[in-house]
């Protein structure tokens, strides 16, 4: 007999865009924690570089931007603030719950309590598909990073070290 797991609100948020903008993906809640990219490989059975982060960055003018990136990598907050013009810092977590209704370690890609850039790094387009969080640190879906740059609406960028 299949059992019915009810989704958590943030995941059936995520679940309702992707059905919404016909985005062909597996949402799969885990009993284990991804919160981090080496919790999520662990779980997955797969590298972490195959893990997408969506890490949320604030400037002074309390402006908000998502930078999605691949788990092996890290952002270049320098980098990042030349592109854009302005400085940028990371944010802390009552900012990126502000921002994009998640908590920190279960913020997907979209969709996002407000409208901001969201940008994906280069280090992304080494891969097929990726697995990214899918609105709590437990749930995650596999995504075409085509699919996934086309949903974005952008370009890859080079803002990883």
């Given at each position: 007999?299949?059992?019915?797991?009810?989704?958590?609100?943030?995941?059936?948020k995520?679940k309702?865009?992707?059905?919404?903008?016909?985005?062909?993906?597996?949402?799969?809640?885990?009993?284990?924690?991804?919160?981090?990219?080496?919790?999520?490989a662990?779980?997955?059975?797969?590298?972490?570089?195959?893990?997408?982060?969506?890490?949320?960055?604030?400037?002074?003018?309390?402006?908000?931007?998502?930078?999605?990136?691949?788990?092996?990598?890290?952002?270049?907050?320098?980098?990042?603030?030349?592109?854009?013009?302005?400085?940028?810092?990371i944010?802390d977590a009552?900012?990126?719950?502000?921002?994009?209704g998640?908590?920190?370690?279960?913020?997907?890609?979209?969709?996002?309590?407000?409208?901001?850039?969201?940008?994906?790094?280069?280090?992304?387009?080494r891969?097929?598909?990726?697995?990214?969080?899918?609105?709590?640190?437990?749930?995650v879906?596999?995504?075409?990073?085509?699919?996934?740059?086309?949903?974005?609406?952008?370009?890859?960028?080079e803002?990883s070290?």
């Amino acid at each position: 007999m299949s059992q019915v797991i009810q989704l958590a609100r943030n995941s059936e948020k995520v679940k309702r865009f992707l059905k919404y903008y016909s985005i062909p993906v597996i949402l799969v809640e885990l009993n284990e924690s991804t919160r981090t990219s080496q919790m999520a490989a662990d779980v997955l059975g797969c590298s972490v570089a195959q893990i997408s982060k969506s890490i949320v960055f604030v400037n002074s003018g309390d402006k908000a931007v998502v930078v999605v990136i691949s788990g092996d990598k890290r952002v270049d907050d320098r980098k990042l603030s030349k592109m854009l013009g302005h400085k940028v810092t990371i944010a802390d977590a009552d900012a990126v719950r502000k921002y994009t209704g998640y908590a920190i370690g279960g913020v997907p890609p979209f969709p996002h309590n407000e409208d901001f850039a969201v940008f994906l790094d280069s280090s992304l387009s080494r891969f097929e598909e990726v697995w990214i969080s899918a609105g709590t640190p437990n749930s995650v879906f596999k995504i075409s990073v085509e699919v996934l740059k086309r949903t974005l609406g952008t370009e890859f960028v080079e803002i990883s070290n």
